[in-house]
Protein backbone atom coordinates (compact mmCIF):
# COMPACT_ATOMS: atom_id res chain seq x y z
CA UNK A 1 0.00 0.00 0.00
CA UNK A 2 1.39 3.16 -0.89
CA UNK A 3 0.88 6.73 -0.80
CA UNK A 4 1.85 9.54 -3.49
CA UNK A 5 5.01 9.90 -4.37
CA UNK A 6 5.58 6.46 -3.43
CA UNK A 7 5.62 6.04 0.37
CA UNK A 8 3.83 3.30 2.15
CA UNK A 9 0.87 3.90 3.40
CA UNK A 10 0.08 4.55 7.22
CA UNK A 11 -0.77 1.54 9.23
CA UNK A 12 -3.08 1.42 12.70
CA UNK A 13 -1.43 -0.36 15.08
CA UNK A 14 -1.47 -1.23 18.75
CA UNK A 15 1.40 0.20 20.90
CA UNK A 16 2.12 -1.98 24.33
CA UNK A 17 5.02 -2.74 26.36
CA UNK A 18 7.55 -4.87 25.43
CA UNK A 19 6.35 -7.80 28.18
CA UNK A 20 3.22 -7.97 27.22
CA UNK A 21 3.72 -7.97 23.34
CA UNK A 22 3.65 -11.61 22.73
CA UNK A 23 0.41 -12.15 24.44
CA UNK A 24 -1.32 -9.22 22.17
CA UNK A 25 0.21 -10.62 19.32
CA UNK A 26 -1.36 -13.96 19.98
CA UNK A 27 -4.81 -12.36 20.63
CA UNK A 28 -4.58 -9.99 17.68
CA UNK A 29 -3.77 -13.22 15.25
CA UNK A 30 -6.99 -15.26 17.19
CA UNK A 31 -8.96 -12.07 15.97
CA UNK A 32 -7.73 -12.33 12.83
CA UNK A 33 -6.72 -8.51 13.79
CA UNK A 34 -3.19 -8.88 13.36
CA UNK A 35 -1.34 -7.18 10.01
CA UNK A 36 1.09 -9.76 8.54
CA UNK A 37 2.29 -7.39 5.89
CA UNK A 38 3.65 -5.37 7.91
CA UNK A 39 6.87 -5.81 10.79
CA UNK A 40 5.82 -5.14 14.44
CA UNK A 41 8.03 -2.71 15.59
CA UNK A 42 9.86 -1.36 18.39
CA UNK A 43 9.02 2.76 18.84
CA UNK A 44 11.51 5.12 20.26
CA UNK A 45 10.36 5.21 24.00
CA UNK A 46 10.87 1.71 24.18
CA UNK A 47 6.90 0.39 23.63
CA UNK A 48 6.37 -2.04 21.04
CA UNK A 49 3.87 -1.55 17.98
CA UNK A 50 1.77 -4.51 16.24
CA UNK A 51 0.23 -3.28 13.14
CA UNK A 52 -3.41 -4.29 12.79
CA UNK A 53 -5.81 -4.97 9.97
CA UNK A 54 -8.04 -1.88 8.63
CA UNK A 55 -8.43 1.46 9.70
CA UNK A 56 -8.99 1.30 13.34
CA UNK A 57 -9.32 -1.14 16.03
CA UNK A 58 -12.79 -1.18 17.93
CA UNK A 59 -12.82 -0.21 22.12
CA UNK A 60 -13.78 -3.28 22.94
CA UNK A 61 -10.99 -4.87 21.77
CA UNK A 62 -8.15 -2.51 23.63
CA UNK A 63 -10.83 -3.10 26.28
CA UNK A 64 -10.25 -6.66 26.31
CA UNK A 65 -6.03 -6.94 25.52
CA UNK A 66 -6.01 -4.46 28.73
CA UNK A 67 -8.37 -6.46 31.00
CA UNK A 68 -8.23 -10.38 29.97
CA UNK A 69 -5.12 -10.75 27.95
CA UNK A 70 -2.95 -9.02 29.94
CA UNK A 71 -4.23 -7.76 33.34
CA UNK A 72 -2.54 -4.35 34.23
CA UNK A 73 -1.26 -3.73 30.71
CA UNK A 74 -1.48 -0.52 28.88
CA UNK A 75 -2.00 0.31 25.10
CA UNK A 76 -3.27 2.54 22.73
CA UNK A 77 -3.83 2.86 18.86
CA UNK A 78 -1.72 4.90 16.82
CA UNK A 79 -0.84 5.50 13.41
CA UNK A 80 2.87 3.94 11.99
CA UNK A 81 3.75 6.89 9.19
CA UNK A 82 6.39 4.56 7.92
CA UNK A 83 5.56 1.18 8.65
CA UNK A 84 8.15 -1.93 7.45
CA UNK A 85 6.85 -4.67 5.06
CA UNK A 86 7.20 -8.15 6.35
CA UNK A 87 9.53 -10.23 4.84
CA UNK A 88 6.58 -12.52 3.31
CA UNK A 89 5.37 -9.80 1.91
CA UNK A 90 8.45 -8.61 0.17
CA UNK A 91 8.74 -11.80 -1.39
CA UNK A 92 5.01 -11.62 -2.84
CA UNK A 93 4.77 -11.94 -6.85
CA UNK A 94 2.92 -9.15 -8.28
CA UNK A 95 -0.24 -10.50 -8.37
CA UNK A 96 -0.47 -11.84 -4.93
CA UNK A 97 0.35 -8.28 -3.91
CA UNK A 98 -2.09 -6.84 -6.21
CA UNK A 99 -4.42 -9.18 -4.46
CA UNK A 100 -3.44 -8.69 -0.98
CA UNK A 101 -3.80 -4.52 -1.29
CA UNK A 102 -6.95 -5.28 -3.06
CA UNK A 103 -8.12 -6.93 -0.34
CA UNK A 104 -7.09 -4.29 2.41
CA UNK A 105 -9.28 -1.81 0.47
CA UNK A 106 -6.26 0.36 -1.31
CA UNK A 107 -6.10 1.92 -4.26
CA UNK A 108 -3.70 -0.57 -6.17
CA UNK A 109 -4.38 0.61 -10.34
CA UNK A 110 -0.81 3.18 -9.93
CA UNK A 111 1.40 -0.69 -9.32
CA UNK A 112 -0.25 -1.75 -12.81
CA UNK A 113 2.47 0.78 -13.99
CA UNK A 114 5.35 -1.17 -12.91
CA UNK A 115 3.99 -4.71 -14.50
CA UNK A 116 5.13 -5.14 -18.14
CA UNK A 117 3.32 -8.14 -20.11
CA UNK A 118 5.12 -9.38 -22.23
CA UNK A 119 2.58 -9.98 -24.87
CA UNK A 120 -0.04 -7.17 -24.56
CA UNK A 121 -2.44 -6.10 -22.29
CA UNK A 122 -6.41 -4.54 -22.98
CA UNK A 123 -7.90 -2.18 -20.16
CA UNK A 124 -11.10 -2.79 -19.33
CA UNK A 125 -13.41 -0.65 -17.49
CA UNK A 126 -12.43 -1.21 -13.85
CA UNK A 127 -9.80 -3.51 -14.60
CA UNK A 128 -7.15 -4.60 -16.67
CA UNK A 129 -6.26 -8.25 -18.25
CA UNK A 130 -2.87 -9.08 -18.10
CA UNK A 131 -1.05 -11.84 -19.69
CA UNK A 132 -0.21 -15.13 -17.66
CA UNK A 133 3.45 -14.37 -18.44
CA UNK A 134 3.42 -10.72 -17.65
CA UNK A 135 7.02 -9.99 -14.96
CA UNK A 136 7.59 -6.86 -13.08
CA UNK A 137 9.85 -4.52 -14.43
CA UNK A 138 12.67 -3.79 -12.59
Known sequence: MERE????AAVVAVVTEPRFTQRYR??????KLLDRQHRVEKMPDGTVALPVVGGALPEQYLQELRDRVAPGSTCKVT????????????GCSPAQRLC??????TQWKTQILHIQPVKSYAPHVDHIVLDLECRPVL
Do not use: F
Open 100 to 105: LEQVHG
Open 79 to 90: QLLDPVPSKKAQ
Open 26 to 31: EYLEKQ
Open 5 to 8: GGKP
